[in-house]
């Protein structure tokens, strides 16, 4: 990749994940271009079937493709192909504000963070435009499930208009391969406990003859499922906890209408239900030192990503000339 344009002594590249965008990708870099001159323009496009590509170009802006269907394929690509100092990445709809790009830069900078959100407003008139039925709802809810697990304020977890220093873009593994990479973006920020910030931002609707490519869902689940993958990988000690409790429970259940039938007769008529709970408190026990085990494991892979990150100075600290 060639060497972006240069803001506060700084390279700036905008990243545009892009699927059959040729609608509104052009209005995108224009808007970009004029609310910023000094970005860098990328456009990452997703197989489209249309002319994203050839538009994108038109435009001004260097475009790569990518063969891998899956928005999470395409940030694998662009934190690992281009080379910068400030991250920009926003979805090529034209639905994000461009003239709070520069706002959204110097709050990474000026705060030293290592990620900013744009949290999408959106006027009541155009709501129904903007989303559809059930996504804001699906949103919240969502949003809120990962700040319940991992801890955290943010209120749109899963806005497409993110600014990323380079060592959160180069430390970011990028394993999802849909839409649920921003679920991702949020969790691994959280768990290594980067410095994150998240500004209000206007969102509008796509331009006419524009379509969007979430399937509400579809979508919805596969980033639910993500949630829970996650929560298993970075919580073990508490998913197999409770795993366990439950496990724990049930054999208690079972084995109290056997204890008092012993503690009365001395006998034990049911031998299989006593086996099975014997089985289940067992069992209880193996997933409770399987979470133990899995969290030191976890711990590990912890410390090596904060190492990882460590070795990559603040964008805030390098100037250029």
């Known amino acids: 990749m060639t060497e972006t344009a240069l803001y506060r002594g700084l390279r700036v590249a905008l990243i545009v994940p892009c699927y059959n965008e040729a609608v509104a990708i052009g209005q995108v870099i224009d808007d970009f271009r004029a609310a910023m001159p000094e970005l860098g323009l990328y456009v990452f496009d997703n197989a489209s079937t249309d002319d994203t590509a050839s ?12 063969a891998q269907k899956g928005k999470g394929n395409v940030v694998r690509r662009m934190f690992a192909d281009v080379e910068a100092d400030v991250y920009v990445m926003v979805d090529g709809d034209a639905t994000y504000s461009a003239p709070c790009v520069r706002s959204l830069i110097d709050t990474l900078l000026d705060q030293r963070l ?64 849909g839409f649920e990479i921003e679920t991702e973006l949020t969790v691994h920020a959280l768990e290594l406990r980067m410095a994150v910030g998240e500004v209000d931002t206007p969102y509008g609707a796509r331009p006419e003859g524009s379509v969007s490519k979430l399937s509400t869902y579809r979508d919805g689940w596969r980033i639910l499922k993500t949630i829970m993958r996650l929560y298993v990988l ?24 056997l204890l008092l039938e012993y503690l009365h007769s001395g006998l034990v008529p049911r031998l299989p239900t006593a086996v099975l709970s014997t ?18 494991v976890t711990r590990g892979r912890h410390e090596a990503k904060r190492l990882a990150y460590l070795a990559i100075p603040h964008c805030s600290t390098i100037k250029r000339d």
């Open 55 to 66: 538009v994108a170009r038109h435009h001004g802006a260097q475009v790569v493709h990518v």
């Open 114 to 177: 290592d990620m900013v959100v744009g949290a999408r407003q959106t006027p009541t008139d155009i709501a129904g435009q903007a989303y559809r039925k059930g996504h804001q709802w699906g949103n919240r809810m969502l949003t809120g499930s990962v700040a319940h697990i991992f801890g955290g304020s943010f209120r749109d977890m899963l806005s497409g208009y993110r600014i990323f220093s380079r060592r959160y873009a180069k430390s970011f593994p990028a394993l999802s391969q």
């Open 234 to 257: 970075e919580r073990p000690l508490a998913f197999y906890s409770i795993v366990g409790g439950v496990l724990a429970v049930l054999s208690v259940l079972l084995s109290v209408p």
């Open 279 to 296: 089985a289940l408190m067992l069992t209880a026990f193996l997933s409770f030192l399987c979470g133990l085990t899995l969290d030191t």
